[in-house]
Structures are given as structure tokens and as C-alpha cells.
């Protein structure tokens, strides 16, 4: 079975810090990984996806995630936090190679940013 | 662009009410989900329908049933409410490709509390 692992429920940093949010998967499969963010009452939106083409993964506000094979990991990065990154973040992986799998969801890191 | 539309919003039943939440997607997407959100348990799988016609049971689909109207629309019964099923609902979808890492599309939720 699939799953991932966030490690810390609440992470706080500092405006202009770094943000790393961790995220570790098990998989018998190369893996289909996702990061989406999650403002207050609302919905989940797409952060990034991981793709066989690249380890290093871009995607929108500045993030981005290190598909990590050796270590099951595929953890968040930020270079600069800023105040409107307050969120809670969820990793997610697909079950298996068939298109329409079903996600795993992890439990989700609330990140805090302090002025 | 409107994605994928859930209503209501908000709605608070008392023990032993029915409900039905409702879900459309625009997208022409296959698949759709519904999946629960509880704090500090990320999201999980009710429900979910590989394509039009068709329906499997998720995680947690004990005391809950579905409906795929159409390609477009996909609704949530709550036959007999229960305390326990307060939580945020969220509908998803996303196309269906294999091998390739198609997202899920998320609903803004639905907040639902049983009294």
C-alpha cells in the first residue's frame, strides 16, 4: 500500500526565511507525487506534481520539491517566505500507474509566517 | 472558469436527517471523488467514480452513498446523519491517462455540521 508521511503538523518561520516541509512516501511503484496548498475555507489547489523528467520540481508561488529516490522524499522548499504563504500544505501520492488511481493523502502541515 | 462547483457551502442537520451534497465539474473530466476532511487526518476517500457509470467505495464510505448523474455531476447521501459525519466535504475530478500524473481538481467544500 501507498502512503506519505509529513513530519510536523505546524511549521513557523520567519518573513524572508526558508520554508522546507517534509514529506516522505512508501511506494512498490515509481511513485505519482503531488504537493497542493490550502488557504482558509477553501479548496485544495495544485502546488506541483512530480514528473519522470526532472528530480527538481517547479511550481507556482515560488515553490518547489526534490524527488529524492534513495531517500523516499519529496520535500518542500521556498528560498523566501512571505506573509501570504500562511496555508496548510498536504503531499499526496497515486496508488498505481493506471491513470485515474486514487490519492493518499497526508495529514498536513500548517505553515505559519512570522512578521 | 468555474472547475469544479459544490453546493451548498455550508449546512447544519440535526441526528438522523438526510442530505445529498451536490457536485459538477466543467472540464469534461472522467474520473470524480469525494473525500472528507478532519483535522489532523488530511483528506480521505468516501467514494470515488473511475468514469460515468461506474462507482467504488473509498476509505471511509460507511454511512454514505453516491450517484454519477452524468459525466458532469457526482452527489454525496448522507441517508441518516450522524454527529460523526460533521467534517468539510470536498468533491474532485481529473482526467484519466495513463501513465501520465494528472491532478485531481478540488471544490472549494462543503462545511457540514450534524447536531
Given amino acids: ?115 | 472558469n468555474a472547475g469544479v462547483t459544490q453546493t451548498p457551502k455550508f449546512q447544519v442537520l440535526k441526528t438522523g436527517q438526510s442530505m445529498t451534497l451536490q457536485c459538477a465539474q466543467d472540464m469534461n473530466h472522467n474520473s470524480m471523488y469525494w473525500y472528507r476532511q478532519d483535522p489532523g487526518m488530511g483528506l480521505r476517500l468516501i467514494y470515488y467514480s473511475a468514469s460515468e457509470g461506474t462507482t467504488d467505495k473509498g476509505e471511509v464510505p460507511n454511512g454514505y452513498n453516491v450517484s454519477r448523474l452524468n459525466k458532469r455531476e457526482f452527489s454525496l447521501r448522507l441517508e441518516s446523519a450522524a454527529p460523526s459525519q460533521t467534517s468539510v466535504y470536498f468533491c474532485a475530478s481529473s482526467e484519466v491517462q495513463l501513465y501520465s500524473n494528472q491532478p485531481q481538481h478540488f471544490g472549494d467544500g462543503t462545511r457540514l455540521s450534524i447536531l
Fill in chain 1, 1 to 115: 500500500a501507498q502512503s506519505v508521511t509529513q513530519l510536523g503538523s505546524h511549521v513557523s518561520v520567519s518573513e524572508g526565511a526558508l520554508v522546507l516541509l517534509r514529506c516522505n512516501y512508501s511506494s512498490s511503484v515509481p511513485p505519482y507525487l503531488f504537493w497542493y496548498v490550502q488557504y482558509p475555507n477553501q479548496g485544495l489547489q495544485l502546488l506541483l506534481k512530480y514528473t519522470s523528467a526532472a528530480t527538481l520540481v517547479k511550481g507556482i508561488n515560488g515553490f518547489e520539491a526534490e524527488f529524492k529516490k534513495s531517500e523516499t522524499s519529496f520535500h518542500l522548499t521556498k528560498p523566501s517566505a512571505h506573509m501570504s504563504d500562511a496555508a496548510e500544505y498536504f503531499c499526496a501520492v497515486r496508488r498505481s500507474n493506471f491513470g485515474n488511481e486514487k490519492l493518499t493523502f497526508g495529514t498536513g502541515t500548517r505553515l505559519t509566517i512570522i512578521p
